[in-house]
């Protein structure tokens, strides 16, 4: 199997284990988690990420629909008032225009997420609900089933930019159990901040190789700009950016809140459940993975798109023989996934 199909699956795999079995060092099960799949910043993306969340705030944030705020709609809705006030009274000065502030008052009573009203010409508004703090911390791991030296120095890069930047609270590398007396992911040149995981993807179980540290979120962030090669001839400087504190502060929100929406069944938004090649088989008792019956195999999401050469529509019988309302088996599949992730979110 080629490198990312296999990748693919694995990813998938990781996701549902931790949403089964995250943190993996826990005594009880007393846990609220948010998993999703390749967020993160311009710069850096990850594989899987984990959302460790108070779960009584958690529920209050299905206050705000499933749908991700936003930074200006959380600038409204964090700062809005339990009484009625002038928005310019309340709300902080943003870094921007007024204008875009209105736009998100108007957008967060479409939503049903704030009240407003019209004092002569001025708008007041006033909260629903006041904004829970939910979110407790962001773990982030990257997938590598085959972990061989060339893997992990492109890895090792990346990661040390995470330490440096200190977004995410932990991160992990994943990789598929070997079953040596000792695992060779642990050879490799990753740094000691990172943890290591091994994973079963089929019997679903993980084992710590490596613990990872703490990064210094309540730290301002180094960002690595460019770091030179080594070689023998070249002796320039890396560079690199501070990052205030507040910044990396609203960054992680915003990972959070688009996690929140997007969890990680949302593989299926980039694929093609209208082909009728599409399907989706259980992995086990409760993983629905993407199966292509034309490769016969678990397609990758870029593979997946309209660009793929076997794709060939659902026949529209298939829409009328007992799925008039569903709109045929694209639809259904669909459908499932979004009422899996709904029921990960308490409260919705
Ligand atoms: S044939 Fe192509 S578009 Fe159809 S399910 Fe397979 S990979 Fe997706």
Known sequence: MARHTAEFG????????????????????????????????????????????????????ANFGPERLDGNLLHVVQNAPAEWTYYRDCLPHPSYPWRYVREAIHEADD?????????????EIRRKWPYPDWLERIVAIENKPDLDASAARALGSQLE??????????????????????????????????GILTLEPDALTAAVEWFPRALAVDDPGTRILERPEGGKRDGSAARFEYVDLAVKAEKRLAIAERAYERGWRSFVDTMRPDCRHFELRAADD?????????????????????GCPAFEPEPPVWRTRGWPIEGGPGKRCRQLLEDRRRRRRPGL
């Open 161 to 194: 930019y995470d330490v440096a930047m200190g977004l995410a609270d932990e991160v992990w590398v994943a990789t598929r159990e070997t079953g040596d007396a000792v695992e060779p992911a642990l050879f490799e040149r990753l740094p000691v901040e990172a």
């Open 286 to 306: 409760s993983q629905l993975r993407p199966h292509c019956a034309d490769k016969g195999r678990c397609q990758t999401a870029a593979e997946c798109s309209g």
């Open 111 to 123: 939503r049903g997420i704030l009240e407003t009203r019209k004092n002569g010409n001025r708008i």
């Open 10 to 61: 694995f990813e998938l795999r990781t996701c549902r284990w931790a949403e089964r079995a995250w943190p993996p060092d826990a005594a009880s099960d007393d846990h609220a988690i948010v998993v999703a799949r390749q967020l993160g910043t311009k710069r850096r993306r990850w594989d899987t990420i984990v959302l460790e969340c108070n779960l009584e705030a958690l529920r209050e944030r």
